[in-house]
């Protein structure tokens, strides 16, 4: 999308812009621009505030920003505090601190390191997280990987076809401090997971629907129904097997 007839946006410090199309846009301040963007980068380095949808080929915060529209962009990274109050259509998203999506998120690789809140719909093929989140609607991709550590994540739904979901390995003796300081114990609760190999540990579900299933420790479920394989740890809770 880079084009040299085009010019940058730089406000450093303090100050406001007209939308358009530019080569950078970059915020080191604080800074607000009004209208719909189009350009190569945009980076916000301050605080920064895109009133319109934006359209770039890389998108990153290492502040503190919002966009009101809707956002596309081949690259995506969040090492502050985001919040999008649109649709999010993006090749790949890293979210290392926070995230508030206020509508859908469509991404080819999806990867959480910090926290994250999707009030509709995750549709990604890949879905990868060693963070927490929330997802108020269906979480799809191919292959899902969660690794849980010290918080607990919430979806409504998961469907996929590899789903991995683990507790994250105890370093130094991190989990157990956390538990005596009174910090929930890391888990993932969800009404319905839908896939063909599911392996699962710390997660709550009302339904778990897959060809081959493994329910490991720490989990409670309500209905486990499969097709081939099935596999459960001594201490974990559920209520009813069905093979189908």
Same mark, same amino acid.
């Given at each position: 999308?880079?084009?040299?007839?085009?010019?940058?946006?730089?406000?450093?410090?303090?100050?406001?812009?007209?939308g358009g199309n530019y080569n950078v846009v970059k915020i080191s301040g604080t800074g607000k621009i009004s209208g719909d963007i189009l350009c190569s980068e945009f980076h916000?380095?301050?605080?920064?505030?895109?009133?319109?949808?934006?359209?770039?080929?890389?998108?990153? /915060?290492?502040?503190?920003?919002?966009?009101?529209?809707?956002?596309?962009?081949?690259?995506?990274?969040?090492?502050?505090?985001?919040?999008?109050?649109?649709?999010?259509?993006?090749?790949?998203?890293?979210?290392? !601190?926070?995230?508030? /999506?206020?509508?859908?998120?469509?991404?080819?690789?999806?990867?959480?390191?910090?926290?994250?809140?999707?009030?509709?719909?995750?549709?990604?093929?890949?879905?990868?997280?060693? !963070?927490?989140?929330?997802?108020?609607?269906?979480?799809?991709?191919?292959?899902?990987?969660?690794?849980?550590?010290?918080?607990?994540?919430?979806?409504?739904?998961?469907?996929?076809?590899? /789903?991995?979901?683990?507790?994250?390995?105890?370093?130094?003796?991190?989990?157990?401090?956390?538990?005596?300081?009174?910090?929930?114990?890391?888990?993932?609760?969800?009404?319905?997971?839908?896939?063909?190999?599911?392996?699962?540990?710390?997660?709550?579900?009302?339904?778990?629907?897959?060809?081959?299933?493994?329910?490991?420790?720490?989990?409670?479920?309500?209905?486990?129904?499969?097709?081939?394989?099935?596999?459960?740890?001594?201490?974990?809770?559920?209520?009813?097997?069905?093979?189908?």
């Amino acid at each position: 999308m880079y084009d040299s007839s085009k010019a940058d946006l730089r406000i450093n410090g303090s100050g406001s812009a007209a939308g358009g199309n530019y080569n950078v846009v970059k915020i080191s301040g604080t800074g607000k621009i009004s209208g719909d963007i189009l350009c190569s980068e945009f980076h916000i380095s301050g605080s920064g505030e895109a009133n319109g949808n934006v359209e770039s080929d890389s998108f990153k /915060i290492n502040g503190s920003g919002n966009v009101k529209g809707n956002l596309k962009s081949q690259e995506i990274k969040v090492n502050g505090s985001a919040n999008f109050y649109g649709d999010i259509s993006c090749n790949n998203i890293t979210i290392s !601190g926070s995230s508030d /999506i206020a509508k859908n998120l469509d991404a080819q690789m999806v990867k959480i390191n910090g926290s994250a809140k999707i009030v509709g719909d995750c549709n990604t093929e890949k879905f990868h997280s060693c !963070g927490e989140f929330e997802i108020g609607g269906l979480l799809n991709a191919d292959d899902i990987y969660v690794e849980l550590y010290w918080s607990r994540s919430h979806v409504k739904e998961i469907g996929g076809e590899n /789903i991995r979901v683990m507790r994250g390995p105890n370093r130094h003796g991190v989990l157990k401090f956390l538990g005596l300081l009174g910090v929930h114990s890391p888990s993932l609760e969800t009404d319905s997971i839908e896939g063909d190999e599911i392996y699962l540990e710390n997660t709550t579900a009302k339904v778990v629907r897959g060809n081959n299933v493994t329910i490991g420790t720490g989990c409670s479920i309500g209905l486990v129904e499969y097709k081939g394989v099935y596999e459960k740890s001594g201490d974990t809770k559920v209520t009813e097997e069905r093979k189908i």
